[in-house]
């Protein structure tokens, strides 16, 4: 009797943001080289294409989903509510056309989706298949939504506001303070309770995976377990082990030649990521003091991160006089070759956890500047557990910037980080190496699959 069966399918439901669809078309390089054909859902805002890295994935775009000028209508926020509101059906619809089109021949293995896109589980459960939220933060900021979308509103919007109460640990989540918390920079605490509520509520998925290594977040992984009552796989870090170029941006090389000309872990790499803001005034304060630590620094000012402005235009003269001399700008970098490279000794972050794994993923110390959400978790674990990092908190003052900066590329203080990141960066090799954690845990949720397939 003839055995032989096609390929099963994996549907993938990325959040449309670089920080969001980065991470889960690695995902999908790992389960593509495990022997699974991948199909990406889009909205109509993703811009990833079928370039050469996915040349063998499908895609596939909402009909109907919101565009760019809904996102900037709405704000993130907002965004991601309506989104959730109005694509259950087309997905549904989007679904039932793979089906078809597969027919029995090369079936759907399961659906996993981000857990922002929640809208997924119900069209995933309309047709029997079975679904898995994918986490592209850490365990400890899932935790952290937990927890939130569990108190009372009215007493923790009163403490939020309380000076006194931020500064303390919030109980359960040792070591986090209350303004460590993921409260988000895009809308009102009330707005983003309900999307923790809805994104933390698993339904009927039968597994989480999340983009971390035991090593990093053990007891949050083993607490997640336990409260989700589904397996939960760690397989991070993906770009170590599925490294797969997707940048919704530009990215300009020439920052690496720039690179090639600096002194070895001379260089400050400064990025805030793809959503964050800066006024004018942090602007020039971070110029002024990046300028007296008299270090080199490679910049990256992202195109409408400056209000009211395109990009630095606006800008007075003394910002191109600051940085003419040590500094190079650039609108986005290829992050993970700026990071690797020997010349880079520090990288000031706005601690998004793609940014914190691939700077700890290179051994490189980091300054902390979160600007909302799990960036602030992040930035508490990087400073306070894993001690390879500082945190600037509070108003943007150049004697603060040009102090951290010293701390970390010149004093021996930096020198100590730097070794600790070194010594996690070996642990998070190993754990994607054959026989590490991660490594393992990636083969087990690709075994469920298989016996579910058998059963």
């Known amino acids: 009797m003839e055995e032989k069966r096609a390929k099963r399918r994996i549907v993938l439901v990325p959040v449309p943001a670089q920080g969001h669809v980065t991470p889960i078309m690695q995902l999908g390089k790992a389960l ?20 050469k890295d996915f040349s063998e994935f499908h895609f596939i775009t909402i009909p109907g989903s919101l565009t760019e000028s809904d996102l900037k209508n709405l704000g993130p926020l907002q965004f991601m509510t309506k989104l959730n509101q109005i694509c259950e059906a087309s997905f549904k619809h989007c679904l039932g056309q793979i089906l078809q089109e597969q027919g029995n021949q090369d079936d759907i293995a399961c659906v996993v989706y981000d857990e922002y896109m929640y809208f997924s589980k ?31 509103e ?51 998925a039968s597994a989480v995976i999340i983009n971390s290594a035991s090593c990093l977040e ?14 939960v796989y760690p397989i991070g870090p993906l770009h170590i082990a599925a490294s797969a170029p997707s940048s919704l941006l530009e990215e300009d090389r020439s920052c690496i030649e720039w690179l090639d000309k600096q002194k070895p872990s001379s260089v400050i790499y400064i990025s805030l990521g793809s959503l964050a803001l800066m006024e004018t005034k942090d602007v020039l304060e971070m110029a002024w003091g990046l300028s007296n630590s008299n270090q080199p620094f490679l910049w990256v000012i992202r195109p409408g991160s400056i209000p009211a402005s395109e990009w630095t235009e606006s800008l007075p003269e003394e ?72 945190q600037l908190e509070g108003e943007l003052e150049k004697g603060t910037v040009e102090r951290a900066v010293k701390r970390l590329i010149v004093d021996e203080e930096g020198e100590e980080m730097r070794k600790r990141a070194i010594g996690l960066k070996e642990k998070l090799e ?25 059963m």
């Open 218 to 231: 053990s007891s949050s992984l083993a607490r997640l377990h336990e409260d989700l009552k589904v397996p």
């Open 122 to 152: 119900t069209a995933a459960k309309e047709f029997q298949l079975p679904s898995v939220v994918f986490s592209t933060t850490n365990a400890t900021a899932f935790v952290c939504r937990s927890v939130l979308a569990k108190v009372n």
């Open 32 to 51: 593509h080289s495990k022997g699974f054909s991948i199909t990406v859902v889009l909205t109509q805002y993703n811009r990833v294409s079928s370039s």
């Open 430 to 454: 190993a754990s994607v190496r054959g026989g590490g954690s991660s490594f393992t845990s990636l083969d087990d949720f690709v075994n469920s699959l298989k016996t579910k397939d058998s």
């Open 154 to 204: 009215e007493r923790f919007l009163i403490d939020m506001k309380d000076p006194e109460m931020r500064d303390k640990v919030f109980p359960e989540l040792h070591p986090l303070r209350y303004k460590d918390l993921p409260t988000s920079a895009f809308g009102p605490i009330e707005g983003m309770l309900k999307i923790y509520s809805e994104s933390v509520n698993i339904g009927t």
């Open 319 to 390: 910002f191109s006089n600051l940085v003419s001399e040590r500094g190079y700008i650039v609108k986005w970098s290829p992050q993970m070759e700026v990071l690797r490279h020997p010349a880079v000794g520090g990288f000031w972050s706005h601690c998004g956890w793609n940014s914190t794994l691939e700077s700890v993923g290179e051994g490189v110390p980091m300054i902390c500047r979160p600007f909302t959400g799990d960036q602030k978790v992040n930035a508490r674990y990087i400073e306070s557990v894993w001690r390879v990092g500082v």
